[in-house]
T-cell receptor, first 108, second 113 residues
Framework: DAKTTQPNSMESNEEEPVHLPCNHS???????IHWYRQLPSQGPEYVIHGLTSNVNNRMASLAIAEDRKSSTLILHRATLRDAAVYYCIPLHQYDMRFGAGTRLTVKP | DAGVTQSPTHLIKTRGQHVTLRCSPI?????VSWYQQVLGQGPQFIFQ???????GRGNFPDRFSARQFPNYSSELNVNALLLGDSALYLC????????????FGPGTRLTVL
């Protein structure tokens, strides 16, 4: 199973961009990289996923390194509602293994 | 459209009892996964069911079992409850394709006394 490394915590100011890094150096070639977030007292929420190319959706952008050993989730303008724990998950054969994630604090 | 629903919301049991948790997936989703989340940790994968067959299992003892019904809803059963089983139990549904984007319910908070 691919192991992930994420910072325990990060801080951002409201309205500023946030770059959340993730290392997944043992990822398999066919594993999709998923990002989920979990707001306080809620279940995890899907954010974005990708395989090789950078991806954009209404919530965020995902930048994937050329060697696929790392990826970065980009929130273009952080809001207070983006305060959550963000999980980076290489999905291997339907087995979604959450790590400890990065706790993002957004300051007004 | 309704999201993933779980019942009950909260549950209190004593050691040795058994518990059944229920999950209804998003309409059209054929896969259901179960996770255990202990306070302060990320969710831990327990099972995934697809088309009523077990497709994946995490590192949990045989006291944990699950099944999926013809309407794709699912039950998680835990026997011989231990204090350490106290956790938030999350259900997620998905189409079950190779990208397997999962949509989570609000969870069932189980307390074992």
């Amino acid at each position: 199973d691919a192991k992930t490394t994420q910072p325990n915590s990060m801080e951002s100011n409201e309205e500023e961009p946030v770059h959340l890094p993730c290392n997944h150096s043992t990822i398999s070639g066919t594993d999709y990289i998923h990002w989920y977030r979990q707001l306080p007292s809620q279940g995890p929420e899907y954010v974005i996923h990708g395989l090789t190319s950078n991806v954009n959706n209404r919530m965020a952008s995902l930048a994937i390194a050329e060697d696929r050993k790392s990826s970065t989730l980009i929130l273009h303008r952080a809001t207070l509602r983006d305060a959550a724990v963000y999980y980076c998950i290489p999905l291997h054969q339907y087995d979604m293994r959450f790590g400890a994630g990065t706790r993002l604090t957004v300051k007004p | 459209d309704a999201g993933v629903t779980q019942s009950p919301t909260h549950l209190i049991k004593t050691r040795g009892q058994h518990v059944t948790l229920r999950c209804s997936p998003i309409s059209g989703h054929k896969s259901v996964s179960w996770y255990q989340q202990v306070l302060g940790q990320g969710p831990q994968f327990i099972f995934q069911y697809y088309e009523k067959e077990e497709r994946g299992r995490g590192n949990f003892p045989d006291r944990f079992s699950a099944r999926q019904f013809p309407n794709y809803s699912s039950e998680l059963n835990v026997n011989a409850l231990l204090l350490g089983d106290s956790a938030l139990y999350l259900c997620a549904s998905s189409l079950g394709d190779n990208t397997d984007t999962q949509y989570f319910g609000p969870g069932t908070r189980l307390t074992v006394l």
